[in-house]
C-alpha cells in the first residue's frame, strides 16, 4: 500500500488592494468564457508522480490594471478546492488577480488572491482610480503579538494576538487593537510614522 496525497488549503492573512496590486504579476477584469480541464503531472515526493486536474479558464479581458496587453488570456487555477482553486463561472465577471509559474510562463490564481468577483471589488477599483489620478493615501495596518521569553527548559509557547492595546501614532492620532490583535490607520498621506503601543503592567518589549 502507498500512502495517498493529501493536500490542503490554507491562505494567510490577506492584506489590502494596496498591497496585494504591488506584488501581482498581472491584475485585469473580464468575463469568463470558458472552463476546460488541464492535466498536469506533480511530483511532490521523488520518484512518484501523481496525475492532477487543473482548470483552464478563458477570458475576455475588459481593463487590464497590470501585466495584461491582450484582450484575451487563459488563467489556471486548481481543480480542488482543497488545493486553493478558484471556482470561476461562464459568463460571470472578475476581477482576476495572477501569478506568473516561472518554468511555463502561465498566469494562475486561486482562492489566497484578491480575485473575486466584478460586484464585490469596489474597494479595488477605489484603489485604482486614485492611484492613476495621483489622489491615493497611504493605509497603516498591522497586528500586535504578546512573545513569549523562556528558558533553556521552558516549552514554546506561541505568541499570541493582543486585543486592546492603545497605539498611538507619530502624529497623535490614537486607536485599540480589535479581539485579533490587528490594527488599520486609513487614509494617511505619504509619510513615515511611528507607532507607540501603550504596553500594560506587567508586561515589557519594544515601544514602537
Known amino acids: 500500500m502507498f500512502p495517498i496525497l493529501a493536500k490542503a488549503c490554507f491562505c494567510g492573512g490577506g492584506g489590502p488592494a494596496c498591497q496585494d496590486f504591488g506584488k501581482t504579476f498581472a491584475v485585469f477584469s473580464g ?3 470558458s472552463i ?3 492535466p498536469r503531472e506533480h511530483s511532490p515526493i521523488p520518484g512518484r508522480k501523481y496525475n492532477l486536474v487543473d482548470k483552464k479558464v478563458s ?3 475588459n481593463k487590464s490594471f497590470r501585466g495584461v496587453s491582450e484582450n484575451k488570456i487563459e488563467i489556471i487555477t486548481s481543480g480542488q478546492s482543497s488545493s486553493c482553486g478558484y ?3 461562464i459568463s460571470k465577471e472578475y476581477l482576476v488577480y495572477a501569478s506568473q509559474n516561472e518554468e511555463t510562463g502561465k498566469l494562475g ?3 489566497c488572491s484578491r480575485t473575486r468577483p466584478i460586484e464585490e471589488a469596489e474597494e479595488d ?5 486614485e492611484i492613476s489620478t495621483g489622489t491615493y493615501k497611504t493605509n497603516i495596518y498591522g497586528q500586535v503579538f504578546r512573545v513569549f521569553t523562556r528558558r533553556q527548559d521552558d516549552p514554546y509557547r506561541k505568541p499570541e494576538p493582543m486585543p486592546n492595546i492603545t497605539l498611538t501614532l507619530s502624529n497623535w492620532e490614537k486607536l485599540v487593537t480589535n479581539e485579533k490583535g490587528e490594527y488599520r490607520f486609513d487614509k494617511r498621506l505619504p509619510h513615515e ?3 507607540t503601543p501603550t504596553i500594560p503592567n506587567g508586561l515589557w518589549g519594544g515601544n514602537k
Request: hydrophobic letters at 40%; a neutral charge.
Open 193 to 195: 510614522y511611528t507607532i
Open 36 to 38: 476546460t480541464d488541464f
Open 125 to 129: 477599483f477605489q484603489y485604482f482610480r
Open 59 to 61: 477570458f475576455t479581458v
Open 87 to 89: 471556482r470561476f463561472e
Open 109 to 111: 490564481t486561486s482562492i
Open 31 to 33: 468575463k469568463v468564457e
